[in-house]
C-alpha cells in the first residue's frame, strides 16, 4: 500500500487539514458536510469528463479549491475517491426506487400499479439515459478489471439493491390482489431489464435513440410486465 509520505504528503500535514484553521477552529458539522458534497460534486464532474486514468488527486484538488493535503485526508487515494463518487451516484440511482416502494409500503397507498410503474420507468429511464450515468458505466467497465471491487459494488449496491426496492413495491401491490407474482424479486429484476436494457446498452456505446422510439418501447415494456402479472 502507498502511504501518504510517499505521495509527498506528510503526516502533519495530512492532520493539520483534518484540523482545519486553526483560528477559527474545527468547521462546523454543517460546514464540513458542505465541503464534501462540494468536493463529491468537482470529482464527478471530472471523472465523468475526462475518466479515471485522465483524473488526478492534483487536478480535483486545484477544482475543488482545496489543496491536496486536504483531499488525501479524507480520501487515501483516487480509487477511494472514484468509490466516494460511485456511491453517491448510486445513492441517486435508488432513491426514486425506495421513495416508489415506501410510499406503497405506507397505509393507504394507491392500488393504481399501472401508474405507479408507468412513473416509475419514466424515471428510471430518464435517470439512465442522462449523460453521468452513461459516462459513469463507461469507466466502471475500463476499470473492471483493475478495481473488480468497484464493478462488485455498483451490481450490489446499486443493481441489487434497486431490485430489492422495486420487490418491495411489487409486493405491496401484491397483498392488496392488485397483481400475482410468486417471487417479486424476480419479477423486480425482470421489470428493471424490460424498461433499461436496450436504452442502457445504447447508452453505454454512445448510439444515439430517438425518444418517440424510445417512449413507445417504455409504454410496451410497461403493458407487457402488466399483462404478465395481472390476476387471473
Request: proline share 4%; charged share 30%; glycine share 6%.
Amino acid at each position: 500500500m502507498v502511504s501518504k509520505e510517499d505521495r509527498g504528503v506528510t503526516v502533519t500535514e495530512i492532520e493539520r487539514a483534518e484540523a482545519g484553521p486553526r483560528r477559527g477552529g474545527r468547521p462546523t458539522r454543517a460546514e464540513a458536510a458542505r465541503r464534501e458534497a462540494h468536493l463529491i460534486a468537482v470529482a464527478t464532474t471530472l471523472f465523468l469528463e475526462r475518466g479515471f486514468d485522465a483524473t488526478s488527486i492534483d487536478a480535483v484538488a486545484e477544482a475543488a479549491g482545496m489543496s491536496k493535503p486536504t483531499v488525501y485526508a479524507r480520501y487515501r487515494d483516487k480509487r477511494a475517491l472514484f468509490e466516494a463518487v460511485l456511491r453517491e451516484r448510486i445513492a441517486a440511482w435508488l432513491a426514486p426506487l425506495s421513495a416508489a416502494a415506501e410510499a406503497q409500503a405506507a397505509q393507504g397507498g394507491s392500488d393504481d400499479v399501472e401508474t405507479a410503474l408507468e412513473d416509475l420507468s419514466r424515471t428510471l429511464l430518464a435517470h439512465g439515459q442522462s449523460p453521468g450515468a452513461a459516462m459513469l458505466k463507461r469507466n466502471l467497465v475500463a476499470q473492471a478489471l483493475q478495481f473488480p471491487e468497484l464493478a462488485r459494488l455498483a451490481h450490489e449496491e446499486g443493481w441489487l439493491r434497486g431490485v430489492r426496492a422495486v420487490a418491495q413495491l411489487l409486493d405491496a401491490f401484491a397483498r392488496r390482489g392488485r397483481i400475482a407474482v410468486a417471487d417479486p424479486e424476480i419479477a423486480a429484476d425482470l421489470f428493471l431489464s424490460l424498461v433499461l436494457g436496450r436504452s442502457s446498452q445504447a447508452t453505454l456505446y454512445g448510439i444515439a435513440t430517438d425518444p418517440e422510439a424510445q417512449e413507445r418501447r417504455r409504454q410496451a415494456a410497461v403493458r407487457l410486465f402488466l399483462d404478465g402479472v395481472r390476476p387471473r
